[in-house]
């Protein structure tokens, strides 16, 4: 399994992107999909994920509201929506597949190379 992020670059305060999360072969029915993000000199932190059987999605509370996490099943994709964008959302964003309900890292089994997204002040 291999996982391509992409959607990530430079913007604005306010502004907004959508990261896309292509992922190679099948994806099975209880797996999860999951979005983190690390912050120069900070830990990789939780942003959201969804089971792809049920599309049952959970956030990490300080986004909740802004960011949304969806999926395509038939292109293998899930995406990330990014609303009101600030500067402290400036990180490398990861997707990642694990089979379990967690917003643990080390419980994910494939990662995907990153993006890098930027705000601007």
């Known amino acids: 399994v291999q996982l391509q992020a992409s959607g990530g670059g430079l913007v604005q305060t306010g502004g907004s992107l959508r990261l896309s999360c292509a992922a190679s072969?099948?994806?099975?029915?209880?797996?999860?999909m999951s979005w983190f993000r690390q912050a120069p000199g900070k830990e990789r932190e939780f942003v959201a994920l969804?089971?792809?059987?049920?599309?049952?999605?959970l956030y990490t509370d300080s986004l909740k509201g802004r960011f949304a996490i969806s999926k395509d099943s038939a292109k293998n994709t899930v995406y990330l929506q990014m609303n009101n964008l600030t500067p402290e959302d400036t990180a490398v964003y990861y997707c990642?597949?694990?089979?379990?309900?967690?917003?643990?890292?080390?419980?994910?089994?494939?990662w995907g190379q990153g993006t890098l997204v930027t705000v601007s002040s």
């Open positions: 969804i089971r792809w059987s049920t599309s049952r999605t």
């Open positions: 990642a597949r694990g089979t379990q309900w967690t917003q643990r890292a080390d419980e994910y089994n494939y």
């Open positions: 072969g099948r994806i099975f029915s209880s797996a999860v």
